[in-house]
């Protein structure tokens, strides 16, 4: 895998602090925590954008489904159901 340089500029200090902490804590370098949370934040976006995409074709099953013709107008318990509410 080939790497690039990335240099952050004018990082708040209080960024800096947590993001130093969370590193200390994980047992890692800044550095690697912070391509760590790269890493995790692009996974993230990737997952709501396929998640999104998903979204947009169930959409359009739900349309296609709603612009069928009823063939029965009773209410689906009705359908399902006898009187003592067992199934049919």
Same mark, same amino acid.
């Given at each position: 895998?080939?790497?690039?340089? $990335? ?27 912070? $391509? ?21 074709? $169930? ?19 009705? $359908? ?9």
């Amino acid at each position: 895998m080939s790497t690039d340089v $990335i240099t952050i500029k004018q990082v708040p200090q209080d960024l800096k602090a947590f993001w130093s902490e969370q590193a200390k804590a994980n047992d890692r370098s800044m550095n690697r925590e912070l $391509i760590r949370l790269l890493d995790s934040e692009r996974k993230r976006l990737l997952g709501l954008q396929g998640n999104f995409k998903n979204f947009e074709k $169930i959409n359009a099953v739900v349309k296609a489904m709603h612009a069928l013709p009823s063939l029965d107008d009773r209410p689906v318990n009705d $359908i399902l159901y006898d009187d003592l509410g067992m199934t049919k």
